[in-house]
C-alpha cells in the first residue's frame, strides 16, 4: 500500500485592515487627548467662570506674544534658515524692558 500525505489546505487568512487616514492621526495624538482631559476637569470644577468671557480675553492676552514670536519664526524656518534661538532673544528682551521700566526712563524701555 502506497501512503501519499496531502497538504493541508491553506487557511484563509483575514486581509489586513486598512484604517483610515484620520483614525489614525486620531492615534497618534496624545497631547490632543490630554488637553480635552484639562478643558473638560476645567469645566467640571470652575463651570461657567472657566468659559467665562474675562478668563478667555486673559488668556488670548498672554498668548499673543507667543503668537506673534511663532509667526516671526514660522518665516523664518519656511524659508531654510533653520534659527530657534528666538524664544532667548525674547527672553533676554523682556528682562531688559523690565529693568528699563522700573528705571529712570520709561521711554528708554519701551524703545
Do not use: C, H
Not at 531654510?80 to 533676554?92: E, Q, R
Request: charged share 5%; aromatic share 6%; net charge neutral.
Amino acid at each position: 500500500m502506497t501512503a501519499t500525505a496531502t497538504a493541508p489546505a491553506p487557511s484563509a487568512q483575514p486581509e489586513a485592515q486598512r484604517s483610515s487616514p484620520v483614525v489614525d492621526w486620531l492615534k497618534s495624538q496624545y497631547a490632543l487627548y490630554i488637553l480635552v482631559a484639562l478643558l473638560l476637569v476645567a469645566t467640571i470644577t470652575r463651570g461657567s467662570i472657566f468659559w467665562g468671557g474675562t478668563n478667555l480675553t486673559n488668556l488670548l492676552l498672554q498668548m499673543s506674544i507667543i503668537g506673534v514670536v511663532v509667526l516671526g519664526e514660522l518665516i523664518v524656518v519656511l524659508t531654510g534658515g533653520i534659527d530657534i534661538s528666538v524664544g532667548s532673544a525674547l527672553g533676554l528682551a523682556a528682562v531688559i524692558a523690565a529693568g528699563l521700566f522700573g528705571g529712570p526712563s520709561v521711554f528708554l524701555g519701551l524703545v
